[in-house]
């Protein structure tokens, strides 16, 4: 197993992790390695932001929209468009 030493390691993280540690009943250097440990495995989701909405949503199979025809008719724009 490899070892790391971690260098300049502000003082506030490591009374953190003190405090994890006995809070857990493991030493610091077993708290720290369960968070590496959790930290490494996650994975990030890959492509863009509708790519990741898309994959969320897909379990649901979709959903089906009664989109009303045309008639071909322009709609007025809103009045915040008007130049008067």
Do not use: Y
């Amino acid at each position: 197993m490899a070892s790391l030493t971690i260098r300049q390691l502000d003082d506030a993280v490591k009374d953190r992790l003190r405090k994890r540690a006995a809070a857990n009943g493991v030493s610091m250097e077993e708290e720290a390695r369960k968070a590496l440990q959790n930290w490494v495995a996650q994975t990030r989701p890959r492509g863009g932001m509708a790519t990741r909405i898309r994959r969320r949503f897909a379990a649901l199979g979709g959903v089906e929209l009664d989109i009303p025809a045309r008639n071909g008719k322009p709609r007025p724009l809103p009045d915040i468009f008007s130049d008067e």
